[in-house]
């Protein structure tokens, strides 16, 4: 059995920032693709950022520039960097990853809460 666990959400004043971390734990061999989604209050969940086991990056437009992505593969470790919030980044922010722990597994973290308000 697999898990992620999030960290790092919080309040946050417009302008601040915020690190979000994510570990994958259990029985797992490897962990592949990692990302991160959000979810704001009565809208579906979308994509904010992923990567790679190489590296590689995709962001989605309303955080280009202000967030910043990476992973530390041998601690099976994905962080979310987020500079410049605003009230717009309000959301539950969940963490994504495909792994193998025995199998193929498309795993989900159970959300950790931003705000950003004055």
């Known amino acids: 059995q697999v898990q992620l666990v999030e960290s790092g959400g919080g309040l946050v004043q417009p302008g601040g920032s915020l690190r979000l971390s994510c570990i994958a734990s259990?029985?797992?061999?490897?962990?592949?693709?990692m990302g991160w989604y959000r979810q704001a209050p009565g809208t579906e969940r979308e994509l904010v950022a992923r990567?790679?086991?190489?590296?590689?990056?995709n962001y989605a437009d309303s955080v280009k520039g202000r967030f910043t992505i990476s992973r530390d593969n041998a601690k099976n470790t994905v962080y979310l960097q987020m500079n410049s919030l605003n009230p717009e980044d309000t959301a539950v922010y969940y963490c994504?990853?495909?792994?193998?722990?025995?199998?193929?597994?498309?795993?989900w973290g159970k959300g950790t809460l931003v705000t950003v308000s004055s």
């Open positions: 259990g029985t797992l061999f490897s962990v592949n693709y």
């Open positions: 994504n990853a495909v792994l193998f722990g025995g199998s193929w597994v498309d795993a």
């Open positions: 990567i790679t086991t190489g590296g590689s990056t």
